[in-house]
């Protein structure tokens, strides 16, 4: 199955994934709009620091952007007694009408990656996107700037790792030996 | 294979669906004393009006017939473990070559005169539910016994159909089995505010008036006037199937790592089963929707002869009283259960209260977290929950656990470092993502 990918040597933490995604699922799809009618707008994805240190060299550090991994089996799917936690076609989604708001399933993410929000909002891989604009499948992977996120198996991202990275990001002056 | 499945909610209709997804020719029997399939947790919002029927059944009304599963609509009585059949109330007796035991759980009533009349309620099927609602008009006090969440949900949900509630615990505190006394007083509070009054340490002893229900009168002697009773203290498992037969029983029905059962090609999940508990480190009943779900998928899987490991339950609960969420799993509470309780099952808790309606605590014990809540802000209290399960070393990052940085991000590398721990395949995939 498709899912999303990060590639942390490439991620530089600028929360363009973020942004993209909020606007992808508000009404408007609109940023201005979204600002100028006060519209509530949610990521279903987050910018992390890996480690949770200020940016440095090495793994720690680093910024990692992440959001439903859409495991199988789901922990979140088990644990949602309302049926609005669902599998379809291996991709796990949340049903808005249905959703009780108890958080059984941000209680049962291993990520932490489920937002309770009224209900409960997760990556739902833009199930509407391609006929509504013609444009690239998801919002964040078109919005990465340095091509960081990327769509597919995880056997293709495995590939896409095995590639060096052409760029290097500033690296910050060697201390004094 | 005529696999046959004795029950009909969480783990009984998992259960059948992971046997079907598997095996499209494969036979599959259902007995269900319930016509429909529907959410019991959902009951309490359906006894507040938030809910109507149709939305508590999370499964369509054909369901069976549509995935080609036979339902029979009778109640199981005995299991001949011999001729391997299940004999039924009503009809003939349905032969199996796997059975499952999906009979789940009913409520526990507390030892009090007159407590099996008419007019006194749990809250775990349909008709509870119903019964009580068709003798709301002559209601204008109820007393819940029991402060469990069953028992608190029933009465939050009394109390927006307009009825003046009065709660009866046995024990100090609400939530005995989930909150810790520092945890509790946050909904005790809650209630009183909402005009819930919680009596502690009052023991039902006698359930007063002739043919109508007139009070409630407690081991002092104190009475307290009402017209409906309702019995929230927890489940029992349903266990009048095996009864007589060879299959083992503890307090449930126990079961290997497999989820079998003492007794070849008989299986067990859900409330009515006794599996291993990750965190206790011994057999438990975690009688919760997801423990059910995920051991009706697994039970499943090895009736169908794979050889899957049950990786065992824990407690988690997640709910939320007038707006005020809570997250709690593992060992939050030393009060002995059903089981017997034990002393010593946790040795340091860490805890943090950042504002007046948000607060955390975290059990540990050898450095590794055995128990956790989370009040007022509950996003992301499932990394607490998957650093218990996986029973890992916390010591390094244990200052971090309270906080609300605590992310994925942050702990990536940290489970990088423990990644033996964590099989889960994204959980790999992420870690190899790193590159380290």
């Known amino acids: 199955m498709e899912r999303l990918f990060c590639d942390p040597r490439k991620c530089v933490g600028c929360h363009a994934c973020e942004l993209a995604c909020a606007i992808e699922h508000s009404q408007s799809k609109n940023l201005h709009s979204i600002i100028l009618s006060a519209e509530s707008a949610a990521s279903r994805r987050a910018v992390y620091v890996l480690g949770g240190e200020p940016y440095r060299v090495g793994i720690g550090g680093r910024p990692i952007s992440l959001g439903c991994h859409h495991c199988d089996p ?64 998801y919002a964040c992977v078109d919005a990465c700037p340095t091509g960081a996120l990327v769509a597919g198996t995880f056997q293709e991202f495995r590939q896409v790792l095995d590639q060096p990275v052409e760029w290097s990001l500033p690296q910050p002056p060697s201390p004094p030996a | 294979m005529r696999y046959v499945i004795a029950g009909a909610s969480a783990a009984g209709v998992s259960a059948a669906e992971t046997l079907r997804q598997r095996d499209p020719a494969a036979e599959i029997v259902v007995i269900s004393d319930e016509e429909f399939i529907y959410s019991k947790p959902m009951l309490s919002y359906y006894l507040a009006g938030h809910q109507d029927l149709e939305s508590l059944l999370y499964r369509p009304r054909d369901f ?38 999906a009979t789940g759980a009913s409520p526990r009533f507390p030892s009090a005169e007159g407590i099996r009349r ?27 016994l029991g402060a469990g969440l069953v028992g608190l949900k029933a009465a939050a949900g009394l109390l927006e159909r307009g009825v003046r509630v009065k709660i009866l615990v046995e024990s100090r505190q609400v939530l005995s089995q989930m909150l810790d006394a520092s945890s509790a007083r946050f909904f005790q509070e809650l209630f009183e505010q909402h005009g819930v009054p919680i009596v502690t340490r009052a023991a039902p002893a006698a359930i007063l008036g002739n043919g109508r229900i007139e009070g409630v009168q407690i081991a002092s002697g104190e009475v307290f006037p009402c017209q409906l009773v309702v019995v929230g203290k927890g489940v029992d498992p349903n266990l009048g199937l095996v009864s007589g037969s060879a299959i083992k029983v503890d307090y449930g029905v126990l079961v290997d790592g497999y989820l079998g059962t003492s007794v070849e090609n008989v299986y067990a999940a859900g409330d009515v089963a006794q599996a291993m508990d990750i965190v206790r480190g011994e057999p438990w009943i975690n009688s919760l929707w997801p423990c059910a779900v995920e051991q009706g998928r697994v039970a499943a899987l090895n009736m169908a002869g794979e050889r899957l490991p049950y990786k065992g339950s824990t407690r988690m609960n997640s709910v ?10 593992g060992l939050a509470v030393l009060t002995p259960g059903p089981l017997g309780g034990r002393s010593g099952e946790h040795d340091t ?39 218990m399960e996986k029973r890992v070393n916390v010591s390094a990052i244990q200052d971090r656990l309270l906080g609300p940085k605590l992310d994925f991000g942050f702990l990536l590398p940290f489970i990088a470092d423990n990644r033996e721990r964590f099989e889960e395949p994204e959980m790999q995939e992420l870690i190899e993502t790193l590159g380290v």
């Open chain 1, 74 to 137: 789901a922990p979140c799917v088990d644990a949602c007694f309302s049926g609005a936690m669902h599998k379809e076609n291996g991709q796990t989604s949340c049903t808005a009408s249905r959703c009780l708001g108890c958080w059984m399933c941000v209680m049962a993410c291993p990520y932490g990656v489920i937002t309770a929000v009224e209900t409960a909002l997760k990556c739902d891989l833009c199930p509407d996107r391609v006929e509504r604009e013609g444009r690239a499948r």
């Open chain 2, 64 to 101: 069976f017939e549509s995935q080609g599963i036979t339902a029979i609509y009778d109640r199981g009585v005995a299991v001949d473990v011999v001729k391997g059949c299940v004999e039924l109330e009503h009809g003939p007796p349905v032969p199996y070559d796997k059975l499952l035991l």
């Open chain 2, 118 to 144: 008419d007019g006194i309620f749990g809250l775990r099927r349909i008709s509870d539910a119903d019964g009580i609602l068709t003798r709301l008009s002559g209601v204008k006090e109820a007393v819940v």
């Open chain 2, 320 to 329: 939320q009283f007038f707006g005020l969420p809570v997250i709690s799993a």
């Open chain 2, 349 to 387: 808790s860490i805890e943090d209260q950042p504002s007046a309606t948000v607060y955390r605590k975290i059990f540990l014990k050898d450095d590794t977290i055995v128990g956790f809540v989370v009040i007022g802000d509950i996003e992301r209290a499932g990394l607490l929950k998957v650093l």
